[in-house]
C-alpha cells in the first residue's frame, strides 16, 4: 500500500525556520495537504494543493515540492506552533487517501 | 454556522460493533462526500473511507473494508459509520470530515482535502 513518510520529530528555536518533510511516490504527480494538530483538538487545513493556503493560515506557513518530496516551512516559528504536523495526499489511481506518520515540532 | 456534530463517546466490549453519527450543521449532507478518518491514543491519522451523501456509494480502505460500513440519512442530514467486530486496537478517536467539492447523484467533484472537520467521537474498545 502507498506510504508518506515524516520526519518523527523537529525542533526547532523560537523565532527561526523548521522545515517538515513528507516523501511518497506518487507526490510528482498527486497533490499534497497540510494540516496542523494540537493535543485534543481536530486537525486543522494548514496548506492545500501543495502549496495554497486557506484564509486563515499564518502566512509564516508555506508549502514546497520537489519530485517525490514535499516540505512545510515555517518561517519564524512562534510557541503557538507547537503541534503536530501531518501530510496527506492521494495514491496514483485517485482512490485511496493517505496520511503521512506525522510530526511533531517542538519550538524551544 | 457549518459544522459536522458529531455523537459522543462509546464505550464498547471486544467483539461488539459501534455506530457514530455524524450531522451536517448549515448545509444540505447530500450534496457532499464525508469522510471518515481515526486516531488510535497517541498515533497518527489513519484514513477508512468515504461515503457520497448524494447517492449512498462507499469505498473503504483496505484494512477496514470487511467490517466498516458508512451510511447516511439525507431526511436527517447526518452520515453514519458502523465498525463491528472490534478489536482493542479499535480504540481511537472517530472523526468525519468534508472535502472541498460538491457531490451530485453519482458523481462528485471533490478536492482530496478536508477544509471542514467534526470534532470527534472517542470509541473504547473494553476487555
Known amino acids: 500500500s502507498y506510504e508518506l513518510t515524516q520526519p518523527p520529530s523537529v525542533s526547532v528555536s523560537p523565532g527561526q525556520t523548521a522545515k517538515i518533510t513528507c516523501s511518497g511516490d506518487?507526490?510528482?504527480?498527486?497533490?499534497a495537504y497540510w494540516y496542523q494538530q494540537k493535543p485534543g483538538q481536530a486537525p486543522i487545513l494548514l496548506i492545500y494543493r501543495d502549496s495554497e493556503r486557506p484564509s486563515g493560515t499564518p502566512e509564516r506557513f508555506s508549502g514546497s515540492t520537489s519530485g517525490t518530496t514535499v516540505t512545510l516551512t515555517i518561517s519564524g516559528a512562534q510557541a503557538a506552533d507547537e503541534a503536530d504536523y501531518y501530510c496527506?495526499?492521494?495514491?496514483?489511481?485517485?482512490?485511496?487517501?493517505?496520511f503521512g506518520g506525522g510530526t511533531k515540532l517542538t519550538v524551544l | 454556522q457549518v459544522q459536522l456534530v458529531q455523537s459522543g463517546p462509546e464505550v464498547k466490549n471486544l467483539g461488539a460493533s459501534v455506530k457514530v453519527s455524524c450531522k451536517a450543521s448549515g448545509h444540505p449532507l447530500e450534496n457532499y462526500a464525508i469522510h471518515w478518518v481515526r486516531q488510535a491514543p497517541g498515533q497518527g491519522l489513519e484514513w477508512m473511507g468515504w461515503?457520497?451523501?448524494?447517492?449512498?456509494?462507499?469505498r473503504y480502505s483496505q484494512s477496514l473494508q470487511d467490517r466498516v460500513t458508512f451510511t447516511r440519512d439525507t431526511s436527517a442530514n447526518t452520515a453514519y459509520m458502523e465498525l463491528s467486530g472490534l478489536r482493542s486496537e479499535d480504540t481511537a478517536v472517530y472523526y468525519c470530515?468534508?472535502?472541498?467539492?460538491?457531490?451530485?447523484?453519482?458523481?462528485?467533484?471533490?478536492?482530496?482535502?478536508?477544509?471542514?472537520w467534526g470534532r470527534g467521537t472517542l470509541v473504547t474498545v473494553s476487555s
Open positions: 506518487a507526490l510528482p504527480n498527486q497533490y
Open positions: 496527506q495526499s492521494v495514491d496514483s489511481t485517485d482512490t485511496y487517501v493517505v
Open positions: 470530515a468534508r472535502p472541498e467539492g460538491e457531490c451530485s447523484g453519482g458523481v462528485c467533484r471533490m478536492a482530496w482535502y478536508f477544509d471542514l
Open positions: 461515503i457520497n451523501a448524494a447517492n449512498g456509494d462507499t
